[in-house]
């Protein structure tokens, strides 16, 4: 496609079950981000990759955060043990490379509930 | 820290209604600063990127200004399709790839 897709665009999980958020970006753009949203809040950096670098994971707020980047390109946002507060909007984003200006083109992002 | 405060919260204007968006940042060192428009629902659309201080950039009714501490989003003769949320966000120069954001400027243009 042409655009930063995510899957699935709507999730409920019950807490404690792990789920999985899927990130498929924009052709030959070698930079993907995450990025969450929750209700009323700016977007909060989680995790981000650049080609065959190590990831940058600082933004990840606790161990039960994981993201893989499988082939240069589509990427899973894994959450084991849902908990309440992990509720909010999950956005993907990707660029050309990252550190060079370029801009990120997001997706219409995952709306994650945890009940 | 890297902070990114944005005002106002909220803003409604009249279409034709000229109005200006701030956005105030402290970044160690800036790369680039971002202007971003969000509607309900969708992730965030780019719309300008500012590098150094008196850098000014247009789009059709809307224009990005840049100094040492901020950033002002003008929105000239807004019309009802203008209203989103204005997202501003900074890239420092020791931040390869984290775009700090501010909490966002919802506007509502009324016909």
């Known amino acids: 496609g042409a655009g930063v897709s995510q899957s699935p665009s709507n999730k409920v999980t019950e807490k404690g079950k792990d789920v999985e958020l899927r990130c498929d970006p924009i052709s030959g753009h070698t930079a993907l981000y995450w990025y969450r949203q929750s209700l009323g809040q700016g977007l909060e950096f989680l995790i981000y990759f650049q080609g065959n670098s190590a990831p940058d994971k600082s933004g990840l707020p606790s161990d039960r955060f994981s993201a893989e980047r499988t082939g240069g390109s589509v990427s899973t946002l894994t959450i084991q043990r849902t908990q309440q507060e992990d509720s909010a909007v999950y956005l993907c984003?990707?660029?050309?490379?990252?550190?060079?200006?370029?801009?990120?083109?997001f997706g219409q992002g995952t709306r994650l509930t945890v009940v | 820290e890297d902070q990114v405060t944005q005002s106002p919260e909220a803003l409604r204007l009249q279409e034709g209604e000229s109005s200006s968006l701030n956005c105030s940042y402290t970044?160690?060192?800036?790369?680039?600063l971002f202007w971003y428009r969000q509607d309900p629902g969708k992730g965030p659309e780019f719309l300008f990127t500012l590098y150094s201080a008196g850098e000014e950039k247009e789009k059709e009714r809307l224009k990005a200004t840049l100094t040492k501490k901020e950033s002002f989003l003008h929105i000239t003769a807004p019309k009802p399709e203008d209203s989103a949320t204005y997202l501003c966000a900074v890239q420092a120069t020791d931040s390869w790839g984290k775009l700090q954001f501010g909490a966002g400027t919802q506007v509502v243009v009324t016909p």
């Open positions: 970044v160690s060192g800036l790369r680039g």
């Open positions: 984003a990707s660029s050309l490379a990252a550190g060079l200006n370029t801009e990120a083109f």
